[in-house]
């Protein structure tokens, strides 16, 4: 440990550059981490969309909500379900909107740890498995009540 101090302050040039080399290559690095603004394009065709969620099954409330396309140059979409069962779906950022496109539509377990209780059914869990679909068209801005059933 004794040498490298001695080292260094020998050549406190090197040690500089060196540091300053990190500093900037952590700088460069950073901005990539985390959200990050969507380009323009990968804006275009979304339109804001929202709905209700009334369920038979359990409750939905703090669950997310997704919709995944069934093919075709749809995007996927999601949105947090609040207590009185309405959501609003965005794609990359929170109040970008969704995509037209045919759907499947499936849920995950509530956010921050609140139980739905086991008898919530498995099969709307994945979009493997879910039989709910939804339409949404250019022109659609709420698609209304989608109804969960046993």
């Known amino acids: 440990m004794a040498r490298l101090r ?5 050549n406190s040039r090197v ?3 060196l540091a300053m080399a990190w500093v900037m290559a952590i700088l460069t690095v ?3 981490c985390g959200g990050s603004t969507p380009a323009p394009e990968e804006l275009k065709g979304l339109h804001p969309v929202k709905g209700t969620v009334k369920s038979e099954v359990g409750s939905v409330a703090g669950m997310m909500i997704y919709f995944f396309p069934n093919s075709g140059d749809a995007k996927s979409s999601s949105g947090e379900v609040k207590a009185d069962g309405s959501f609003e779906l965005h794609t990359r950022i929170p109040g970008d909107g969704a995509s037209d496109g045919e759907f499947k ?3 995950s377990k509530p ?3 609140a139980k739905t209780g086991s008898s919530f059914p498995a099969k709307f869990l994945s979009p493997d498995t879910t039989d709910v679909k939804a339409t ?3 022109d659609t801005t709420d698609l209304g ?3 969960l059933k046993r």
């Not at 001695?6 to 020998?10: D, N, S, T």
């Open 6 to 10: 001695k080292l260094i302050a020998k």
């Open 15 to 17: 040690a500089s550059a």
């Open 30 to 32: 950073l901005p990539g």
């Open 105 to 107: 539509v499936y849920f």
């Open 111 to 113: 956010l921050g740890g």
């Open 136 to 138: 949404i068209k250019p």
């Open 145 to 147: 009540t989608i109804t």
